[in-house]
């Protein structure tokens, strides 16, 4: 079933809780891809129902240009859904801007702990507390028991369960592994913006997150990072943001490496105008 409020999506929501049903949550942008697919398969399995949101979130975009271009394929995407998982106990949700924020689309604030300070926080002011005003939003009205976030967006991953916990809500957040194309591009509905060498040639992130990778492993954080924006340097289509290697479970980001840390890479890279995420774990 498709609800376009959240009036008529929490009527659905109360008959479900009162079934004692479990819910699987899978918040989206639209656009969807396999990487989408992979989070509700996760959630179909977990649980009794698969809810999927399917809402370009207007307060997380810090670029007016990149709001207007994100992709809008909201049609496609629920035919989608309902081909890999039919019709039962699946709940697609699909908002207008007015339903969600009223007349006005602002963001609250949020505090994070200082997760939400370093990175795409610093990069992109505002991003987290647009982030936060969504989820709160949707984790009112979907009450789901457990919620489904790819590991692409790591940082986003770890601050969502931050909220949760700030939130009190008793909602699991599950991270779910990075899905990537054939060549290593993580999954994203950015690239769809990408032309089809770009495409190919966007792997050269991945290629070189896992060089980082051998190389952190007997070598320090500034070497690392050196060897990386060298590599980057020697690509003119492709503009390195940023490369920062953080503590995993603070975020904070290190200059040198210490013993039972777990380390990993964030790297954020611009081809063709699309801005590319990715990450992966160091040690």
Known sequence: MVFKTHKTLSTQIEKLKKE??????VPTMGALH??????MEQAKKDNDVLVVSIFVNPTQFDNAGDLKKYPRTVDKDIELIYKQFGKTQVVIYTPSIEDVYGKQAVSKRYFYDGLEHVM??????GHFDGVGTILEF????????????????????????????????PIKIVGC???????????????????????????????????????????????????????????PDMKLEYFTIASEETLVPVKRKFKKHTYRGFIVAHLEGVRLIDNMRLS
């Open 20 to 25: 004692s049903l479990k819910i699987g949550f």
């Open 34 to 39: 396999l990487g989408h697919i992979s989070l």
């Open 120 to 125: 795409e926080g610093a990069n992109r002011p």
């Open 138 to 169: 949707l984790f009112d009205k979907v009450r789901p028991d457990h919620a489904y976030f790819g590991e692409k967006d790591f940082q986003q991953l770890q601050i969502v369960k931050k909220l949760v916990e700030k939130l009190n809500l």
């Open 177 to 235: 592994s990075i899905k990537r194309e054939p060549h290593g591009l993580a999954m994203s509905s950015r690239n769809e913006r990408l032309s089809k060498q770009a495409r190919k040639d966007a792997a050269f992130i991945y290629n070189t997150l896992q060089k980082a990778k051998i190389h952190f492993q007997s070598h320090s954080i500034p070497s690392t990072t050196e060897m990386v924006q060298k590599l980057f340097q020697q690509q």
